[in-house]
């Protein structure tokens, strides 16, 4: 327990620390902090979670030498940082600078990614809820512009999201921070600490819901029971969501449930089942629904949000 009290203290503060100009927040999940190895070059000293606001020490990037045990990379460059009273470095492909905590966000709800500012340059792309983000400029329009940790390619990348898709609240970004942790951890209980610190942190709706479910999936626990589902007429409906965006079919009713496969906007599917008691998405209210997608190679079935089905 005092080592989960020492780490929340430890965000809180970072998130503090963020009020001065000229700070820089992680973006990747377990990035690395360096220190120096010799005047040119650094060694691995520290991981850190995503989310972690750290004080810039320097205007400027800089090249350093990166040593690791097979292999040291030249001219690697570095932001110059300082975290809980040391300074270190850290890659600027896994981080991004900013001017101040509210630079820093969470997606809240799975995000379409976008060219431009602009919904004509919609991208067959998205980042999932949970990822942490910089913002370019405050999120006060209906598009911004972010900066994020490209995990399929290992790099840093700049594209526009709907800000109606972000949360900058403190307490969103520690609920976020302390779930990365908790997944690390095989200590079961400390874990469970870590966890219940996390669901009490979320400041919206859309990251409690997110953090509740990631919760739910580490624990194998499930959103409903068997009493809670019931047969239905099977009827012809197809996917739709109002921007376009993919659905995820689950194992289970709930968004606990295992994610098995993602359906596109306007996939054919035929449902059979749902659940008697509702839950409320994006300001939707719905069942769940047990469908199957015909069309689909595999012809995937599982359990989908109603509020994203249109019925035939």
């Known amino acids: ?25 992680v ?11 010799d005047a040119t070059t650094v060694k691995w000293a520290a991981d850190i979670t995503a989310g972690t606001v750290l004080d810039k020490r320097d205007a400027d990037i800089v090249s350093k030498n990166l040593y690791t045990r097979d292999k040291t990379w030249e001219d690697v460059k570095f932001y110059a940082v300082r975290y809980n009273g040391k300074d270190y ?4 492909r896994d981080s991004a600078a900013i001017a101040g905590a509210n630079r820093a966000a969470v997606v809240a709800d799975d995000a379409v990614l976008f060219t431009k500012a602009h919904p004509a340059t919609f991208r067959n792309a998205w980042l999932h809820t949970g990822t942490i983000v910089a913002l370019e400029e405050d999120p006060d329009r209906i598009f911004t512009e972010i900066t994020f940790f490209d995990t399929d390619d290992g790099v840093r990348r700049t594209r526009n999201v709907l800000t109606s898709k972000l949360s900058n609240a403190a307490g969103d970004i520690k609920a976020v921070q302390l779930l990365e942790k908790a997944r690390s951890m095989k200590d079961e209980g400390l874990q469970k600490d870590f966890l219940d610190s996390a669901s009490k942190a979320a400041d919206t709706e859309a ?28 009827f012809g409906a197809s996917i739709y ?15 606990a449930g295992e994610k098995v496969a993602q359906l596109e906007n306007g996939t054919a599917v035929i449902a059979s089942m749902q659940t008697s008691q509702t839950e409320t998405i994006e300001g939707i209210t719905a069942s ?18 109603g509020g994203y089905l249109s019925e035939k």
Do not use: C, H
Not at 30 to 36: K, Q, R
Not at 89 to 92: C, E, G, N, R, S
Not at 288 to 305: K, L, N, R, T
């Open 27 to 37: 973006l990747r999940s377990s990035a690395s902090l360096y220190e120096p190895k």
């Open 288 to 305: 769940w629904v047990y469908v199957i997608a015909p069309d689909v190679e595999g012809q995937p079935e599982g359990w989908v949000f």
């Open 1 to 25: 327990m005092k080592k989960l009290i020492a780490y929340i203290a430890a965000i809180a503060f970072a998130i503090a620390a963020a009020s001065a100009a000229g700070n820089v927040v």
């Open 207 to 234: 990251v409690s819901m997110y953090v509740k479910t990631e919760v739910n999936n580490l624990l194998g626990l499930s959103d409903y029971s068997e009493m809670d589902i019931e047969q239905i007429s099977e």
């Open 241 to 255: 969501t109002a921007d376009g965006a993919k659905v995820n079919l689950r194992s289970t009713p709930g968004t």
């Open 89 to 92: 470095f850290i890659q600027i």
